[in-house]
Nanobody, 113 residues
Framework: QVQLIESGGGLVPAGGSLRLSCAAS?????MGWFRQAPGKERELVAG???????NYTESVKGRFTISRDNARSTVYLQMDSLKPEDTAVYYC??????????WGRGRQVTVSS
């Protein structure tokens, strides 16, 4: 089955930067990052197709950049100009696999004011 290995995130002051990585075993998949803050629903932050097409939720446009390294089957999320409202657990996601959607365990991103 597809296995996801997440890394990165952490604690940073407002205006700072953090980076998330997600490595997926197997083929090149469309992949993305979701986030969920306490008391809120999980939302899509950014996604990237196997061909490199990207999309972002409006609130992070111009601040976050998703990219991929197909040789490593790894997707990155560079997060710049972070705001306290970006604080959440971020989950790597592979929506289309033989076994259905696959989720990472989540990485904490905390932005202090």
């Amino acid at each position: 089955q597809v296995q996801l290995i997440e890394s990165g995130g952490g604690l940073v002051p407002a205006g700072g930067s953090l980076r998330l990585s997600c490595a997926a075993s197997g083929r090149t998949y469309a992949m993305g990052w979701f986030r969920q803050a306490p008391g809120k629903e999980r939302e899509l932050v950014a996604g990237i197709t196997s061909g490199g097409n990207t999309n972002y939720t409006e609130s992070v446009k111009g601040r976050f950049t998703i990219s991929r390294d197909n040789a490593r089957s790894t997707v990155y999320l560079q997060m710049d100009s972070l705001k306290p409202e970006d604080t959440a657990v971020y989950y790597c996601n592979v929506p289309f696999t033989r076994w259905g959607p696959k989720w990472g365990r989540g990485r904490q991103v905390t932005v202090s004011s």
